[in-house]
């Protein structure tokens, strides 16, 4: 299934979103072929990690889904130092991104975070829910091939909105302007 999605979803800074993640099977080969784009580059397995999302409504499959994908970090980094401030920042990613919540009847109450790399060796953070990403897709229309270049044309140049007609000035303002000249 993975290697449908490929090349983009081995790419590090590409979201990968797996709304039923169950203990994290599709979530393990997606971070594995992540991981090896970063050659053992920490900051850069920060980054893989912070972009794979995963949402179940199991506490005990996410639970295992952390684990699992901990486990693979680890194991790609055997040998390697592996500093307190590394693995703290994993355990915080994992459990703010294998999050608990129900695709299918609660997915506006799931909330998210936006890891954005600072280019500095940090994170900025962005929250970020279904319920806003809904509210983008409410510009979004569809259409057939036909009528294609017509609809994008309307989305990329909407029609102008003429502002509207200045109300005429009351006597009284015009006659006190004109005295003021």
Known sequence: ???????????IDKKVLEPSCGN???LVEIL?????????NKYKI????????????????????RV?????????????????????????ILKANICYGNMLTG???INLI?????????????????ADIEKLREGVKQTNVEDLPK????????????PDKPKPKSKKKVEKQATLF
């Not at 299934?1 to 790419?11: K, R, T």
């Open 1 to 11: 299934m993975c290697d449908l999605c490929e090349p983009l979803i081995s790419e």
């Open 32 to 40: 594995d072929r992540k991981l090896q784009k970063t050659k053992k």
């Open 114 to 130: 936006n890891w954005i790399p600072d280019g500095n060796g940090g994170f900025e953070l962005e929250k970020w829910n279904f």
């Open 107 to 109: 997915r506006k109450k």
């Open 151 to 162: 609809v994008a044309n309307e989305l990329l140049h909407p029609p102008l909105k003429l």
């Open 24 to 26: 994290g099977n599709f």
């Open 46 to 65: 920060l980054i893989a990690l912070s972009n794979i999302y995963g949402v179940d409504i199991a506490q005990d499959n996410l639970e295992e889904a």
């Open 68 to 92: 699992r994908m901990k486990n693979i970090v680890l194991d790609f980094l055997a040998g390697e130092e592996t500093p307190a401030s590394f693995l703290m920042a994993m355990d915080a």
